[in-house]
């Protein structure tokens, strides 16, 4: 009795410091993944937000100008959407970590999405050449 109780704390504590969102590769694209974390997670409504985002740009083999962070519902309709510019640009065949300062300004449903692209410039147009999805589930 005594091991399943030592047994279900130590996996009440596993459970209650890991984040909420994982992230994988977009369903759509055949595209390089970066590492993306974020604290707090799960998001909260009003709360400063540090989106980390990370990689190496050799496995992109394109300049990161442009991220954006947007946010879907389970219908796919918007919830928000944030570009943010990179200045300096991320030069290809470089490491790269940084962080973009996010507040969520409206509710959430109990299920959403979270897409985090890298662009780049091609002929005046950023084109999306790096992606990562997650999802969050509000208990």
């Known amino acids: 009795m005594n091991q399943k109780f030592i047994l279900a704390f130590i996996l009440l504590v596993n459970f209650s410091v890991t984040n909420a969102?994982?992230?994988?590769?977009?369903?759509?694209?055949?595209?390089?993944?970066?590492?993306?974390?974020?604290?707090?997670?799960?998001?909260?409504?009003?709360?400063?937000?540090?989106?980390?985002?990370s990689g190496t740009t050799g496995a992109f083999n394109f300049d990161i100008y442009k991220v954006l962070i947007s946010l879907v519902d389970k219908n796919a309709q918007e919830i928000d959407e944030v570009f943010y510019d990179v200045d300096p640009p991320i030069k290809a065949g470089s490491s790269f970590s940084f962080e973009l300062a996010y507040k969520l300004e409206k509710s959430l449903p109990p299920l959403y999405f979270i897409f985090v692209g890298l662009y780049e410039h091609v002929n005046g147009a950023s084109v999306l050449n790096g992606c990562a999805e997650g999802y969050s589930l509000i208990q």
């Open 21 to 53: 969102t994982k992230f994988f590769p977009c369903d759509h694209e055949d595209l390089p993944v970066p590492t993306v974390r974020f604290d707090p997670d799960p998001l909260g409504i009003d709360e400063n937000t540090a989106f980390t985002v």
